[in-house]
């Protein structure tokens, strides 16, 4: 084929959002189409029409393009790759390329299947002598297409960004495919955002340009979602479109198409039927049966599997007998023994599926995840780290904004929460500022009132004035709807019981059982729940909190402080009380404002830092900085000191024996052995508890506790209420310091907590079982605890080694006199985390301790 002598620009800066979850790692021109990338085939049909040096367009995971074409050498081209520093649309991406292109250029899209003659589109606009040709195509439904429209000589007059079909004149549609000049292309101003379709074309037809339409035959197809994808491989599988197939071809007399790749191996009582494409180096096991699928490179195939109308990706690996019906399967997906994949069903990069699974049809499971052994999947699996039949962690159900957490999620899980109470019930509900939360709150009440709740709406309340609230009420439950404080995209739906504390286990796993199983309580018309807007619970928790406190000791002692309340929740509470405490008081970032208080949480120690030098300016008594959540507090002391996590419990824990005399005070298991030789000099009994806020939460119930100090800024009150409370601990420290006339930075200077080191090792779920059996056996002579995994404790150090109940993996606190002893023993319990974890039962690992 004669070679227009030009250059060629690929576009391959696309998200694929219309893709997921096939494109949730990679970009959408690596998808492999029939076993390659399928900018891989749009670079083989350029080649083919002589376009042999191209510009390659990047922007998003761009290393993961350019690292698997390279140069181009192998494919026969030269490749140039340009990476805009931003997103400047199509045609403004393509005027930062310009140097690298010729007077007359071709474009073409990365990812679309097509086998058009783009040689004759090149002569085409050569012999016309126009600024643009279009090359259109015909579609029988061009509505999600921009159509145009052309004269009788070819010229375009008219464009319909994708038309409704009262707008539709035509069904030839612009293609992508355009080929350019160069110097119509210069006037534009480099480094602004400008389109082909909506802004370039349409502005050139109004200036009176000359762009022609050239109506190409031959096959295209955008593959803009999951159907048009297996559409296309339908097509490639019937010879509807001319794509190169690696392999050898073979056929039978019963007319199955085979293309085999390097080093195929298939077992002689395999059957093959229909068109089938193998990748390289695939193993396909006695008795399996594949018809008109493709299998990926290094996939295999066991015993008496049964795959039809499939996509397999590369390096997948099918268990023995299980079966496989119209679904894709993305790279290296484990499929257990027995398996059922129904239509449709879509199991993304590196998840795990067990034996005797059943995979309903068109369930998506996203990137990662993992299917425990005979699960029933009915719904996609978008949130969390695997499909284990649990929906919470501790009493907190999290995912990503709008995209896990959706409306319809929530909506169903209110329904599913409501069908464990009596009809009638009332839940508390509250959220913060986001309108993600305001959202999921809105849908996840309907959910309750579809069950026969009444809904009572506290609308933007923060989490300690539910937890009061419920205490103090009636209801049966509460629901808190959050921003979560680790990832901003992500939302938690925080589950309360009628207490206030943390819904228990027994609950949360009936709520599981109504969510999974579908099992909702569906209120007859007439008794569907209200919704009532509760307008006392501020007013009585503020009353109550100013009510417990000693202000004659605050008048006295006349404390001056900085607050910190990061634009979070506690911005509603602390300085509406402070007013009442008799402080002077400076407040920093005291508006509710949840994009400033993300600024904030993203980089907590610049806000720290700043506290420490207005306490110094200001020569005051001490900074609070209280976080958005209004749960945890961080206190910086008279000299500008921010005390860590541990210094703060030990300073807490110290003032409260001081001011109570408690005889019981609890704390998680790894806080610092500080605390016990503060508890014998005072006098009191350590009670070490799990390091989770449910556990604090139990051990406030015990009559003989008076205080709980946790380990990350949160502590509890037990007489005011039973859950974690800044606004309410800095209160109280506010009232003890005035109680004992003391400095925190002397109570910080009697107590020293040892220096703390964290470790995290993954860890297989189904390996957990058999590390901590193996942990159990190892420590067994030795002095340990086991509230929560197993503690490890000698003379002036210990070591922690737990599973984690969120991700699959292990990990490893200690606590020593230096950071050499703390390295050393993480180091050790890796190292014997790891062995226990690949080591096959029945074999030993020798104790170096």
């Known amino acids: 084929m004669s070679s227009p002598q030009a250059k060629a620009v690929v576009m391959a800066g696309g998200f694929g959002t219309r893709l997921r979850p096939l494109t949730a790692t990679i970009p959408k021109p690596m998808v492999p189409v029939a076993d390659r990338p399928m900018m891989e085939h749009v670079i083989r049909l350029l080649k083919k029409h002589g376009f042999d040096e191209i510009v390659v367009l990047l922007y998003f995971q761009p290393d993961r393009i350019s690292e698997y074409f390279g140069s181009g050498e192998r494919l026969g081209v030269k490749l140039h790759y340009v990476r805009p520093e931003g997103d400047y649309g199509t045609a403004g991406s393509v005027r930062l390329a310009l140097d690298l292109l010729d007077e007359q250029f071709l474009i073409i899209s990365g990812d679309v299947l097509t086998d058009i003659d783009l040689t004759a589109a090149f002569r085409f606009h050569t012999e ?38 009262g707008e539709v004149f035509s069904d030839t549609i612009n293609s992508g495919v355009y080929v350019l000049d160069k110097s119509s292309m210069a006037e534009l101003p480099a480094g602004r955002f400008v389109d082909f379709g909506r802004d370039l074309f349409p502005r050139w037809l109004s200036e009176g340009r000359v762009m022609h339409g050239y109506v190409a035959e031959g096959y295209w197809r955008d593959i803009g979602n999951v159907e048009e994808y297996a559409s296309a491989h339908r097509d490639i599988l019937n010879g509807r479109v001319k794509v190169e197939i690696a392999g050898e071809r073979m056929t039978g007399a019963d007319g199955t198409e085979i293309y085999c790749g390097a080093n195929v191996s298939i077992a002689e009582e395999a059957v093959l039927s229909g068109k089938v ?78 034996r005797s699974v059943v995979i309903k049809a068109n369930c998506k499971i996203w990137p990662k995840k993992e299917i425990e052994a005979g699960a029933i999947v009915s719904t996609s699996v978008v949130w969390g780290d695997k499909w284990n039949r649990e929906l919470f962690t501790d009493a907190k159900v999290s995912g990503l904004s709008n995209l ?86 992500h939302l938690d739906i925080i589950f309360f019981d009628a207490n206030g504390k943390d819904l228990p286990s027994g609950n949360a796993r009936s709520v599981e059982r109504a969510f999974f199983q579908e099992n909702f309580r569906r209120a007859q018309p007439s008794e569907i729940g209200g919704m009532e807007y509760p307008q006392r619970p501020w007013d009585i928790y503020r009353q109550e909190f100013v009510k417990s406190l000693d202000r004659d000791a605050l008048r006295n002692a006349k404390l001056r402080l900085v607050v910190d309340t990061a634009h979070g929740a506690a911005a509603d509470i602390f300085p509406a009380v402070l007013g009442q405490l008799y402080c002077e008081t400076v407040l920093l970032n005291s508006s509710v404002d949840p994009e400033r208080a993300a600024a904030v949480q993203a980089d907590i120690p610049a806000a720290l830092e700043n506290l420490s030098r207005i306490v110094i300016a200001l020569n005051y008594d001490l900074g609070i900085f209280l976080d958005p959540g209004a749960e945890k507090m961080t206190v910086v002391d008279e000299n500008g000191h921010i005390l860590s996590s541990p210094e703060l419990l030990l300073v807490m824990t110290d003032l409260v024996a001081l001011t109570r005399r408690p005889a019981r005070v609890a704390a998680p298991v790894v806080a610092t052995m500080a605390l016990d030789r503060l508890a014998q000099e005072s006098g009191f009994e350590l009670v070490r508890v799990r390091n989770d806020h449910l556990a604090m939460m139990d051990a406030a119930e015990d009559p003989g506790i008076q205080f709980v100090g946790g380990t990350r800024g949160g502590f509890i009150f037990p007489e005011f209420q039973r859950g974690a409370d800044a606004a309410y601990a800095a209160a109280r420290l506010l009232e003890m310091l005035a109680l004992t006339d003391l400095k925190i930075s002397e109570r910080v200077r009697r107590y020293s907590p040892g220096h703390f080191g964290a470790l995290d090792i993954p860890c297989p779920w189904n390996r957990k079982g058999r590390v901590m059996r193996r942990l159990i056996n190892h420590t067994a002579q030795m002095r340990r605890d086991t509230v929560d995994g197993v503690r490890v404790i000698f003379e002036d150090q210990w070591v922690m080694v737990a599973p984690s109940r969120q991700q699959a993996s292990f990990y490893i606190q200690a606590e020593a006199a230096t950071s050499q002893q703390v390295a050393k023993l993480i180091e050790e319990y890796r190292r014997l985390v790891i062995q226990w974890r690949d080591m096959p039962d029945g074999v030993s690992v020798a104790s170096t301790s």
């Open 277 to 354: 494409i193998l990748g390289r180096g695939v193993r396909i096991g006695p008795g399996a049966r594949i018809a008109d699928s493709v299998i990926g490179s290094h996939s295999e195939i066991d015993d008496g599997a049964a795959i039809r109308d499939s996509l397999i990706w590369s390096h997948v690996h099918i268990g023995a007998n299980s079966d496989i019906s119209e679904a894709i399967l993305c790279d290296r997906v484990q499929v257990g023994q027995r398996v059922t994949i129904l239509p449709q069903a879509i199991l993304s990069e590196d998840v795990r599926v067990g």
């Open 128 to 165: 016309h002598q126009g600024d643009a040709t279009l090359v259109l195509t015909r579609q029988e439904n061009p509505l999600p297409f921009g159509v145009v429209i052309t004269d009788e000589h070819q010229r375009i007059n008219r464009f319909l960004e994708k038309p409704s079909w």
């Open 404 to 489: 896990e957490i959706t409306p319809e999620f929530a909506a169903r899980l209110g329904a599913a929460f409501g069908s464990i109470f009596p009809a009638g019930s009332a839940v508390l509900v509250s959220r913060d500022a986001t309108n993600s939360a305001h959202v999921a709150a809105r849908s996840l009440m309907a959910g309750l009132s579809s069950s026969g709740i009444e809904v009572m709406d506290l609308r933007r309340l923060p989490i300690p004035v539910v937890r009061y609230s419920l205490k103090t009420g009636h209801e049966v439950a509460g629901v808190y709807i959050r921003r979560s404080p680790v990832n901003i995209m």
